[in-house]
């Protein structure tokens, strides 16, 4: 019996048990008198189960992720990890991988820790089929769940995510209204993140009235040489393309390095915009425009809405910052 | 009172009290009687002070590095949570930043954790001044402290290092036989790896005949604008160099973007030789030629050797590992 089955027998949010339990004076004194009544009830002790009240904590969070060596990820642990300790919090890392069996091994082995939050970092981390999330629905009755860039529907999951499709949807404009109207999206990954980037692709294209094709939406493993490649193929194969908008900086560096191996000018024969606004785009001749997805800004409002949990605030379930576009040498405008 | 106790009493290495603990055959009947005795005369009980013999262990490393968005420290980062998990230790990660004095206290707060053994990655983590360093051989007298590419003596203080003065030696050398005379070092830290790589550079230099010059030798932060901005005053300067050598891949891709922006051939104009072999190497045109410092076999070695300390095995304290020169365009080579 914990602080979720009081919030269940009440019909009230974790969060307000919180609150009740921290004495916070934004609960009516209905709410307030059902709950402790509730409490009552159920035997509730809040000095023994209270987790994240500072009572019962181990001041220890769970960080996941995939790789922590993916240039983005790498950011978001350091992020994480520094803004946690800053609270006082221990981070125990996670690296993952891709398979869907080893995430529930390593996440349930995060579990029996008894850490006092998870936090998963990365789109990737939650799957398209909805039954391959439960796991972490059905966890989350006993313990916050935090997603950085991802999104899960569930009452003790708060998602803060980047603002990917209009930040795409943006971009793609940019280019149409410099005058390209062959745009090739490369993208990576099918997550709710990849999902994102690629309709706000397409609404660009929609919303100039131009046609969404199959064939100018290409897949392709996160590496400089395989994006590359992938383009000496489509080119060679005579498709013909005047931007190409990636999901992330190291395709669209791919990109630099097939127009200037091919003498094709950047940016008035290609324009090229990334995706991260990593140190890749300062990398190329020329610098890559690129879209900063805030990093930085994601990992610090996860940790802010985790206190938020932990102190019994009222917190959005899903936090949505706005992307900027960075400009530099790749693109005509 | 603990296994060091034993250990100092006995005059014996605490891997030798390892050895009669695990009932190894590796030891002397001598030895095993003299540690026997004064396991006796201390009152030493095995079953609660011996860390490391899966006796009285949390499981648990803490792992430290300055920064873990450096992309070869988030490399580190990433291989040695892998490799840990795999032999069913949590890691908990501790991002420093670069002054000593946070370092020491997150290095205390590791120990107050009672972690089983603490890895230092980047050889930043050693201060160059060894009084700055006694609270790590202090520490070492209760918890085995591992170095990735770090160096510092003692007892329990166990370093996985590559061989940087043989590499960069490797690489200046090459760079003179292609016919280079005026080699530029560039450097970001003066650290016990950043000491061996410019020592390299200079012995090079001298086995040709060559003169070492002050003014080729320069220090830079780790970013390719900083890098290409030093170049750029340099050689405004009139400062006359035919091929630039860097401690860090970031420096070298600074080097291509100095050489592309103003014009000079590479490798005909300017030579130049990045290290780490990062990501980095490849986003350039042309690709960089770059030291391979084998971070991957670093950190397995470390994780190989900390597991050798734990099960009592006679383990060296410091293991050295052969850099790679990989060629690619950016050398005449």
Do not use: W
Not at 29 to 48: K, Q, S
Not at 189 to 211: E, I, R, W
Not at 253 to 282: C, F, H, Q, W
Request: a neutral charge.
């Amino acid at each position: 019996m914990n602080i979720y089955d009081v919030s269940r027998k009440a019909g009230v949010s974790i969060a307000t048990v919180s609150r009740v339990l921290n004495g916070s004076p934004n609960v009516s004194d209905r709410t307030r008198n059902l709950v402790l009544e509730v409490m009552n009830d159920l035997g509730y002790t809040p000095n023994v189960f209270a987790r994240g009240l500072g009572l019962g904590t181990i001041y220890t969070i769970g960080i996941m992720c995939s790789d922590s060596s993916d240039p983005y990820l790498a950011h978001a642990i350091s992020y994480l990890e520094r803004g946690l300790r800053t609270h006082g919090y221990d981070s125990i890392l996670c690296c993952t991988g891709n398979s869907l069996e080893t995430r529930q091994k390593y996440f349930n082995l995060l579990r029996s820790k008894k850490v006092d939050a998870i936090i998963l970092a990365g789109s990737k981390l939650i799957e398209m089929n909805p039954m391959d999330n439960q796991y972490l629905i059905d966890a989350s009755r006993e313990l916050p769940i935090m997603l950085v860039n991802g999104y899960l529907k569930g009452e003790n999951i708060y998602s803060t995510v980047c603002d990917d499709r209009h930040a795409t949807h943006e971009a793609a404009s940019r280019l149409i209204s410099s005058g390209c109207r062959d745009i090739l999206y490369l993208y990576t990954s099918y997550s709710y993140s990849g999902v994102n980037k690629m309709n706000g692709y397409q609404d660009a294209l929609a919303g100039c009235g131009l046609p969404v094709r199959e064939k100018y939406i290409r897949q392709c493993p996160k590496d400089v040489t395989s994006a590359r490649d992938l383009l000496l193929r489509l080119d060679h194969s005579g498709l013909s393309f005047d931007a190409v908008l990636a999901s992330d900086d190291a395709l669209a560096v791919g990109a630099v390095k097939y127009a200037n191996m091919t003498g094709r000018e950047i940016p008035d024969s290609l324009s090229i915009i990334g995706y991260n606004n990593s140190s890749y785009a300062l990398c190329t001749d020329p610098e890559l425009t690129s879209i900063d997805s805030k990093i930085e800004t994601l990992c610090n409002t996860t940790i802010n809405t985790l206190m938020g949990v932990f102190h019994g605030s009222n917190v959005p379930t899903r936090t949505t910052i706005a992307a900027d576009l960075i400009i530099r040498a790749t693109t005509k405008f």
